[in-house]
C-alpha cells in the first residue's frame, strides 16, 4: 500500500484527536476504525515500524473509553504526542524513530512464542535487546507531572493486581477475578507504552498475554504462575521507584529485564503445553438486552417486546443480508415508546457494562482533596449561619407555622449535607487489609508456617488521611502474630491444633472510634516471662500482683522483647513501643489481651478522622479555648486551702493529696482574666505524658466536636498554641497545645 | 471622565498598565497590585493569638478558612485609631514557602481601583519614614494625587520592622 494512503490515516487521526475533547467517548469509535485501518496488513506493508505505535494509540484508546485514565485531558496529550511521533517516522523512515520503535523492528527470535500465542495482536513484540538502561529517550524535564502522574496511578494499579492475584489463589477459575487482574495490566502496558518506557512496557505485556490466555481459558493460572505475576509486580514496582528517583535526578540502578521475560515466557509455553484446559461453559453475564431494560423499567410490556422481536425475525429473515434492525428502532417505530427512552435505556445498558466490566457495584470518582476540603470547609459555615438564622430574635419571633416548618426543613438538609460531606472523605478500610493479604503469604513463606487470613469488615469506614498512618503499626502487629504468635505446623500438631495457624484482621465502628482487631490462635504471649522481663526492667516489683492484661501491655513499653532469638521478620526489642507511640499520636489506643495456648488480641481503636477532636470549651476573660478531652484529668473549684504558694511565687493546688502547678494561662497568654482567685474561678487539671497541672480558668462551656484548622503558615509554631477551631457563632477559638504550655 | 483619560492614555504611551486597588491610611493613599486583592470585607471581630508579632492583631474566620489579619496602621507604627464603618479588611494573597496565602489587612478605609502605567510610577526615593524602604515598590503618581505602591509580599512577611524607624520615630 502507499505511503500516501498511510499519511492520509495518519492525518486523519491527529484531525480526529484535535477536536477530540475529554469526556467525548463517540468520537472515539472514528478514531479506533481508523487505527484499526492503519494496522490492516495490507495497509501496513512496508511501515510495520509504525505497527508498535499504532498498538499504543489503540490501547490507549480503549482505556480512555473504559475510563481508566484518570485525566482525560492528559491522556488526549499523549495521543496527539503518539500521532505526531508516527508522522515523523513516517517522514524519516524507520532508522530515526525512538527506541521503542526501532526494536520492535528487528523482531527478536524470542519473542516469537509469545506472538503465536496471540496472533490477533499481530504486531511485533518488542522485547529484548532492550538496552539495560532503563528509560531511554524518555525526557524527564518535560512531563514531568505527567510521569510523576503515572507513578501514582501505576502504583495504584499494581495494588489492585496484588490484591486480586491473591484472591485468584483461592479461587482460580474466577473470570471476574481473572479479569480485574488482566485490566489493570492493560492500563500500565498501555500508558507506559506511550510514555517512553519501553522495559516496563514489555514486562506489562508479556504479563498481559500470560493473563490473557488464562482469561480466554487455555489455561489456569497455577500457584507458579501467581507467583510469577508477584514477582512481575515486584518488579515493575522497583521501576517505577527508580523512575521517581530519575524524575528527582538520582541513581538509577541496572535492572534487566530479560531474565524475567524469559521466565514468563518459559512459563507460558509450559502452561500451553499441559492439559488442554477444559473450557469453562460459564460466561461473563452478558449485558442485559435494551428490551429487557425496557420491560424492567415498565416502559413496555413483555408482550410489545415479543412483538418487536418477532418483527426483528422476520425482517431478519426477509433481508438477511442487511443488519439485523435494532430493537430499540423497531419499539419506536410501533410507537411503543419513544426515541429518549431508548436513549436512556441504551445509556443503562452501557453503564450496567461498565459495572459489570468494573467487578464491582459501586463507581467512584477521584476528586482533589482540597477542593473536598473547601466543600467540607463551606457546609461547615453553612451550618454556623443556619444556626445564626435560626437563633436570629427577628425569625424566633415569626412563629407562622411556615416559618417554622421551612426553619426544620433548611437544619435537617444543612445536617444531612454536613453529613455527607465529612463521609466524602471516608474511605473503607479495604485497601489496607488487602496489602496485609500480600504480608500474610510472604510471612508465611519467610517463616515456613502455615497461616490463614481472614478478614472481616473490610467495608467499616475510616479517614482517608487515616490510612496511610494505620499501616506500619499494624504491618507491625501481624507481624509479631506471625512470627512469634503462631506455632510451626509441628508445633501445633503436637498441641493439637489445626496446622494451619490463623490470623483474624477485624474492623468495626464502636462508640466513634474505627476498632481493628489482629487476632491470632497461636501460643499466646508468655506472661511468666514477660513477668520476670518486667522486674527485670524495673517495671515491675517483686510483690505486685499485675492482672493478665496489665502484663500483657506491658510488653508495649520501650525496649521490651520477650523474643529468645531475633528473627529476620521481628524481634528487635524496639518496636512494640514504637507502634504505641505510632497509635497515641493517632489519638488512640493500643490494648493486647492473650489466653495462653489459645492466642492473642491485639485491639486497636483509633478516631474516625483526625480532623475532629473532641475538646473542652473554657473561658479566660474574652477568649475561648479548647482543651483538647484527651488531656482533661478533671475540672474543680479548689478551696482557699488548697491553694499554696512556694516562695511566694511557685502556685500549687492540692487536689486529692496531689500537689499540682498552678498554671494561669492568662499570664501565659499577656491577656486578662474575669478572676485571679483560684478559689474563685476554677481549675481544669491536664495532663501531658504522665505530668499533672492546673489550668486556671474563668468559667467551663461543655464539651464538644472540634474541626481543627491550621493557623497557618504564619502562626503555625507558637507555643502552647495547637490551632483553630470555627467556633458555634463563626467566630475563631484557640485550641491549646497542653505540652507547649507547660514548658 | 477621569477613568476615560487614563484609558486613552494606554493606547498612547509606553509600558505596561496594572490595575490597583488604592486605599486609605493615616492621611495618606495607599495602593496593592489588585491581582493580590482577594476580597474585601468589613472590619469583624478577631481572635487574638497570644504570643503572635504584635501588627498581627488575631485571626478570623473567612469561610470556613482561619486566617490571620494584620493591622497596616501597627505595621508601619502609625498612630492607632478606633475601627469605624469605613474600617475594612482586605483579603490579600501572600506568596510563601507552601504556596499562596491568604491573610487580612486592616486598613482605613478603601478608596478606588486605579489604572497606573509602569511610567507613571516613580522609584520611592530615600525619606524619613516610618516605613521601611523595602515595603514600598514606588510611587505612582495620577491625576494630583501620589499612591504609595506597597510590595504586599514584604509588608506581610515575617521579618520584624527594621530598627531604624522605631530610631526615626524618636526623632
Not at chain 1, 26 to 36: F, H, N
Not at chain 2, 88 to 107: H, L, W, Y
Request: one cysteine or more; charged letters at 30%.
Amino acid at each position: 500500500m502507499s505511503q500516501e494512503t498511510i499519511v492520509q490515516l495518519l492525518n486523519d487521526l491527529a484531525a480526529d484527536v484535535v477536536m477530540l475533547e475529554p469526556g467525548d467517548l463517540s468520537s472515539l469509535g472514528p478514531l479506533l476504525k481508523t487505527v484499526e485501518e492503519l494496522e490492516k496488513p495490507d495497509v501496513s506493508a512496508g511501515f510495520e515500524f509504525l505497527l508498535p505505535r499504532a498498538e499504543q494509540f489503540r490501547d490507549a484508546i480503549v482505556t480512555i473509553i473504559f475510563e481508566e485514565f484518570k485525566e482525560p485531558e492528559k491522556s488526549i496529550e499523549l495521543l496527539s504526542t503518539s500521532i505526531s511521533k508516527m508522522q515523523e517516522a513516517l517522514r524519516n523512515g524507520a532508522d530515526s524513530c525512538d527506541s521503542v520503535v526501532s526494536v520492535a523492528v528487528e523482531k527478536p527470535e524470542e519473542s516469537v512464542a509469545a506472538v503465536d500465542v496471540e496472533p490477533e495482536s499481530g504486531d511485533a513484540e518488542h522485547s529484548s535487546d532492550l538496552d539495560e538502561e532503563l528509560f531511554i529517550g524518555v525526557d524527564f524535564s518535560q512531563d514531568h507531572d505527567l510521569y510523576q502522574g503515572f507513578i501514582a496511578e501505576s502504583n495504584e494499579h499494581l495494588d489492585t493486581i496484588e490484591e486480586n492475584i491473591l484472591n485468584l489463589e483461592q479461587d482460580p477459575e474466577n473470570l471476574e477475578i481473572l479479569n480485574s487482574i488482566f485490566r489493570p495490566f492493560h492500563t500500565v502496558k498501555g500508558v507506559s507504552g506511550f510514555m517512553n518506557l519501553s522495559q516496563m512496557n514489555v514486562i506489562a505485556h508479556h504479563l498481559e498475554n500470560l493473563l490473557d490466555d488464562a482469561r480466554n481459558q487455555k489455561f489456569y493460572l497455577d500457584g507458579d504462575a501467581t507467583d510469577l505475576i508477584l514477582d512481575g509486580v515486584d518488579f515493575l514496582k522497583k521501576m517505577l521507584g527508580q523512575l521517581n528517583l530519575a524524575l528527582d535526578g538520582g541513581e538509577l540502578e541496572r535492572m534487566s529485564v530479560k531474565p524475567f521475560i524469559k521466565r514468563v515466557d518459559a512459563l507460558h509455553q509450559v502452561l500451553l503445553g499441559g492439559d488442554a484446559a477444559t473450557p469453562d461453559a460459564e460466561n461473563e453475564s452478558p449485558a442485559p438486552k435494551i428490551g429487557e431494560i425496557l420491560v424492567e423499567e415498565g416502559v413496555i410490556s413483555s408482550d410489545d417486546l415479543e412483538g418487536a422481536l418477532a418483527e426483528q425475525r422476520v425482517a431478519a429473515a426477509a433481508e438477511p443480508e442487511k443488519a439485523p434492525k435494532k430493537i430499540g428502532k423497531i419499539l419506536v417505530d410501533q410507537k411503543k415508546t419513544n426515541v429518549k427512552t431508548v436513549a436512556r435505556a441504551i445509556r443503562q445498558q452501557k453503564q450496567r457494562k461498565d459495572v459489570a466490566g468494573a467487578g464491582s457495584g459501586v463507581s467512584s470518582i477521584k476528586v482533589d482533596m482540597e477542593k473536598l476540603d473547601n466543600l467540607v470547609d463551606m457546609v461547615g459555615e453553612l451550618v454556623i449561619v443556619q444556626a445564626m438564622i435560626h437563633q436570629d430574635p427577628d425569625i424566633a419571633g415569626l412563629v407562622t407555622r411556615k416559618v417554622t416548618e421551612n426553619m426544620a426543613q433548611l437544619s435537617r438538609i444543612t445536617s444531612s449535607l454536613q453529613k455527607v460531606a465529612m463521609s466524602m472523605r471516608m474511605v473503607p478500610i479495604k485497601q489496607t487489609f488487602g496489602k496485609m493479604v500480600r504480608l500474610v503469604r510472604d510471612l508465611a513463606k519467610k517463616t515456613e508456617k502455615k497461616i490463614d487470613l481472614v478478614m472481616s469488615g473490610e467495608e467499616t469506614e475510616i479517614d482517608r488521611n487515616m490510612v496511610d498512618l494505620i499501616y506500619d503499626p499494624m504491618v507491625h502487629m501481624i507481624r509479631n502474630s506471625a512470627d512469634h504468635g503462631l506455632e510451626t505446623p509441628e508445633d501445633r500438631r503436637a498441641s493439637g491444633k489445626d496446622e494451619t495457624g490463623t490470623i483474624t484482621l477485624k474492623a468495626y465502628h464502636g462508640g466513634g472510634n474505627v476498632i481493628i482487631e489482629i487476632v491470632d490462635d497461636g501460643r499466646g504471649l508468655n506472661l511468666e516471662k514477660i513477668r520476670e522481663k518486667a522486674i527485670e526492667k524495673g517495671l515491675l516489683s517483686e510483690n505486685d500482683q499485675p492482672t493478665d492484661q496489665e502484663l500483657c501491655n506491658m510488653i508495649l513499653a520501650p525496649g521490651f522483647s520477650t523474643a529468645d532469638k531475633v528473627t529476620d521478620v521481628s524481634g528487635r526489642g524496639v518496636g512494640m513501643d514504637v507502634v504505641k507511640k505510632a497509635i497515641e499520636r493517632l489519638r488512640g489506643v493500643i490494648e493486647i489481651d492473650t489466653n495462653t495456648g489459645q492466642g492473642s488480641i491485639v485491639t486497636i481503636k483509633v478516631p474516625l478522622t483526625l480532623a475532629i477532636i473532641d475538646g473542652m470549651v473554657v473561658i479566660v476573660g474574652h477568649e475561648r479555648y479548647i482543651v483538647p478531652t484527651l488531656n482533661v484529668v478533671e475540672s474543680l473549684r479548689p478551696l482557699k486551702e488548697q491553694y499554696h504558694t512556694v516562695q511566694g511565687q511557685g502556685e500549687l493546688i492540692k487536689v486529692r493529696d496531689r500537689l499540682l502547678p498552678l498554671v494561669r494561662l492568662h499570664q501565659v497568654f499577656h491577656s486578662e482574666a474575669q478572676t485571679t482567685n483560684p478559689w474563685e474561678a476554677l481549675v481544669v487539671v491536664v495532663e501531658h505524658e504522665g505530668e499533672q497541672f492546673c489550668l486556671l480558668v474563668d468559667e467551663l462551656v461543655g464539651k464538644q466536636e472540634i474541626v481543627i484548622k491550621s493557623l497557618g503558615e504564619r502562626l503555625k509554631d507558637l507555643p502552647g498554641i495547637a490551632g483553630g477551631a470555627i467556633m458555634g457563632d463563626g467566630r475563631v477559638g484557640l485550641i491549646l497545645d497542653v505540652a507547649g504550655l507547660f514548658t | 471622565m477621569e477613568e476615560h483619560a487614563s484609558i486613552e492614555e494606554v493606547t498612547t504611551a509606553s509600558g505596561n498598565e496594572n490595575k490597583y486597588l488604592s486605599f486609605h491610611l493615616a492621611d495618606e493613599l495607599y495602593g496593592l497590585d489588585i491581582l493580590k486583592v482577594r476580597e474585601i470585607i468589613g472590619v469583624q471581630e478577631v481572635t487574638k493569638v497570644p504570643g503572635a508579632e504584635e501588627y498581627l492583631i488575631g485571626v478570623i474566620n473567612l469561610r470556613g478558612k482561619v486566617i490571620p489579619v494584620a493591622d497596616l496602621r501597627m505595621r508601619f507604627v502609625l498612630s492607632r485609631r478606633e475601627y469605624d464603618a469605613r474600617t475594612c479588611i482586605i483579603v490579600v494573597e501572600i506568596a510563601s514557602e507552601a504556596g499562596p496565602v491568604a491573610m487580612g489587612i486592616v486598613v482605613d478605609a478603601v478608596d478606588a481601583v486605579v489604572n497606573l502605567r509602569d511610567d507613571q510610577i516613580e522609584k520611592a526615593p530615600v525619606f524619613s519614614s516610618e516605613i521601611s524602604q523595602d515595603c514600598i515598590k514606588g510611587l505612582g503618581k495620577f491625576e494630583d494625587k501620589v499612591v504609595i505602591i506597597l510590595d504586599i509580599d514584604r509588608v506581610c512577611s515575617s521579618e520584624r520592622v527594621p530598627e531604624e524607624s522605631s530610631d526615626e520615630l524618636n526623632e
